[in-house]
Every structure is written in structure tokens, then in C-alpha cells.
């Protein structure tokens, strides 16, 4: 597999810890006044950091570093023109291309909100839990079109994709328990 492919993945990683800054910065211009929520941030290792516009995380930047090391050892023993390489590429960049289009889709709602501060009134307040829901419930919009891809062409790389977003439909499940948890103790 080409290293250009290979680079896109740290790219991707990368642009979800920006987008997701971006998009917590610009919901507070009108956004943030109609629809108040917890926290932007769904993840809670993030969180803090995303709260407190962290511009540099050195957490997120190890993964990062750890993810791309990986896959440059496991590219140079030639393990990603196999099958199941072709399936780990698939899962981390439509799982970021999935993650990071989710915020652009967010930077342009608040973008518009912003510029046209009389398409929204009224106050509603999001719990963690609701906030968690309707994200997990819109990766549903990724999952059945490349899980179609996957099952129409057999390829490894949409199978990939379509495992990273079920699995990230399941990382949400569990944030969502841990909180039902919560505010039932």
C-alpha cells in the first residue's frame, strides 16, 4: 500500500482534534445560546481539553504518533496489501472521514446560526445522555450506505468501514450506559 495512503490516516486524526475546537468555539456565537448541552465533546478522555480549548494535547498527539508508527511497521513487513490490511486502513479513514464530516457538518450549522441569529429562539438543554443518543443515532447515516458498499463489492476496505462504525455506534453505547449509571445512582 502506498505511504501517501498511509498519511492520510495521522491527517484524519489530526483534523478531528481541530474540527472539534473549531466547532466548540464557533457553536458559543449563537448555537450554543438555543442549545445548551454538557459538553461538545462526547469523549470523555477528551473532554477537558476540548473544554479548555487546548490547542496543543499531547495525549491526542501520541495516539496519533503510535497509530502512524504502526502502520508504517506493519505497511514496510507488507502486511497492509493483505485483506485484513486493506480492512485496517478502511476502518481508521472512514471512520475519521465519518467523524470529521460529522464536524463539518456542525461547523456549518453553527456557521449559518451565527450569521442568522433569528433562525434560532427559544432555550433547549441536552443532557450527556441525550447528546450521546442523537450522535450515535447519526452514524446510522454512514453505516447502512458503506455496509451497502461493503456487501455489494465484497471489498475489505468497506468491510473495514463498516466494522470502525459499528464499533464506534458501540463506543457511544457504552458512554451512553456509563451515564444512564450516573444519573440513575
Not at 133 to 146: K, R
Request: with cysteine.
Amino acid at each position: 500500500m502506498h505511504v501517501l495512503i498511509i498519511l492520510i490516516i495521522p491527517l484524519l486524526m489530526i483534523l478531528d482534534y481541530y474540527l472539534t475546537l473549531w466547532g466548540a468555539l464557533l457553536r458559543m456565537c449563537t448555537f450554543g445560546k438555543h442549545i445548551v448541552i454538557q459538553s461538545y465533546e462526547l469523549n470523555p478522555i477528551f473532554q477537558r481539553a476540548i473544554n479548555n480549548f487546548k490547542i496543543i494535547n499531547m495525549q491526542h498527539l501520541v495516539f496519533v504518533l503510535i497509530v502512524t508508527t504502526l502502520f508504517l511497521i506493519i505497511n514496510h513487513l507488507n502486511g497492509l496489501a493483505t485483506s485484513f490490511g486493506s480492512a485496517l486502513v478502511g476502518y481508521f479513514i472512514i471512520t475519521y472521514a465519518t467523524i470529521n464530516a460529522r464536524h463539518c457538518a456542525n461547523i456549518f450549522t453553527f456557521w449559518y446560526a451565527c450569521k442568522h441569529p433569528e433562525s434560532m429562539s427559544g432555550i433547549v438543554m441536552l443532557n450527556d445522555k441525550m447528546s450521546i443518543t442523537m450522535s450515535m443515532n447519526t452514524l446510522m447515516l454512514s453505516l447502512f450506505p458503506v455496509a451497502s458498499i461493503a456487501i455489494a463489492t465484497f471489498s475489505s476496505f468497506a468491510f473495514g468501514g463498516t466494522i470502525g462504525i459499528i464499533l464506534l455506534i458501540a463506543q457511544h453505547a457504552y458512554w451512553r450506559s456509563k451515564y444512564t449509571k450516573e444519573l440513575n445512582a
